[in-house]
């Protein structure tokens, strides 16, 4: 994410007073399953401890954009990895000192990511949300986010000791505690495109992953100060657009209530009508309906029968377990 300037948020504030878990270096035991987002305090290794994830700070910026994001979809919430109901926060600590890292410039994101998955924070249904006690050599940086399939990856952070415009610090950690902040949203910011989205087929994409048409969208990109306060503004882009084709996150798994889809029924051996069929024929149209060829035995018939398919069983259009025999009967023509 780059920063020209913040401007006052243009939401209610909420306030929050969520419970903090104590400190954890594994991802512990998930409350639910399904696809959702793991929330990490990661420093670098000379980075003052400023105890984000035990002291509440971290678990109150998740509260306040979690009650923002029901709030703008009408109740469904990002779906979060808690842990006996609450955030369940990782600590990471780089071996790596802060102004290694910050020398990544733009790509510090994809550093921090290859740190954890070198670790093992891999997990195929988990994408991480990093909050980072460090900073970026690259100006107006406050953050960064993967964008498959253009930057695949799992990884979203904010850069907690980074700086904009005239050295503003990138994340005041105090304000989280008295209501909703800019980098509340500017981590959903880098979620979103972590997740894919903007998609490039969305009629106001611009920018690699970003929308053009209001800056109080939480996905804008453009000259004016970023004043994020909606997610999709219009329901045109990303969120509830339907777009055949496009991604939308209204049908996302990592909203809460989406359930995964549900596995494709087993193949079944759906017997094809062969009757007045020679053999060979038969038997590929049997095989492809992925039924068998049971025993083929003969029949009387007419002449004009002779060596085709008089009589089958079980009979045509009939379901069944995949690999089910289809006994034959051949006319004899006599
Ligand atoms: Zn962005």
């Not at 512990?28 to 105890?51: F, K, T």
């Not at 002291?55 to 979809?73: C, K, L, Y």
């Not at 798994?253 to 009757?275: A, D, I, R």
Request: with cysteine; aromatic share 8%; net charge neutral.
């Amino acid at each position: 994410m780059l920063i020209t300037a913040f401007a006052g948020l243009a939401v209610a504030s909420t306030h929050a007073s969520p419970a903090a878990l104590s400190r954890a270096t594994v991802d512990r035991p998930d409350d639910v399953s399904d696809q959702q987002v793991h929330v990490m305090y990661i420093l670098p290794s000379d980075g003052a401890d400023a105890e984000l994830d035990t002291n509440g700070t971290i678990a109150a910026s998740v509260a306040n954009f979690e009650t923002w994001f029901r709030g703008q979809t009408g109740g469904q919430g990002l779906r979060l990895d808690t842990y006996q109901g609450q955030v369940d926060v990782t600590f990471f600590r780089s071996t790596k000192t802060d102004s290694e890292i910050a020398a990544n410039g733009l790509y510090v994101r994809d550093e921090l990511e290859r740190e954890i998955r070198a670790s093992g924070f891999t997990d195929p249904n988990k994408i991480y949300a990093a909050y980072y006690g460090g900073s970026t050599s690259a100006p107006n940086t406050c953050g960064g986010g993967a964008w498959p399939p253009t930057l695949p990856g799992t990884l979203a952070a904010l850069y907690l000791g980074a700086t904009f415009g005239a050295g503003y610090p990138c994340y005041t950690p105090a304000q989280s505690f008295s209501g909703l902040q800019i980098m509340d949203l500017a981590i959903v910011h880098e979620v979103m495109h972590t997740l894919g989205f903007v998609p490039a087929c969305a009629p106001h994409f611009t920018r690699a992953g970003h929308v053009s048409d209001s800056p109080n969208d939480l996905l804008y990109a453009g000259d004016a100060p970023w004043t994020p306060g909606v997610l999709d503004v219009g329901h045109d882009d990303y969120f509830g657009a339907h777009i055949p084709g496009c991604l939308d996150l209204a049908q996302s798994q990592f909203l809460e209530g989406n359930s995964p889809p549900p596995p494709p029924p087993p193949v079944s051996c759906v017997v094809p009508n062969v009757k007045g069929k020679r053999l060979a024929p038969a038997r590929r149209a049997i095989v492809a309906s992925h039924c068998a060829v049971g025993r083929v035995t003969r029949a009387h018939s007419r002449a004009k029968l002779k060596g085709r398919v008089v009589k089958q069983s079980p009979a045509p259009r009939t379901t069944h377990p995949r690999g089910t025999k289809v006994r034959l009967a051949l006319g004899t023509g006599r």
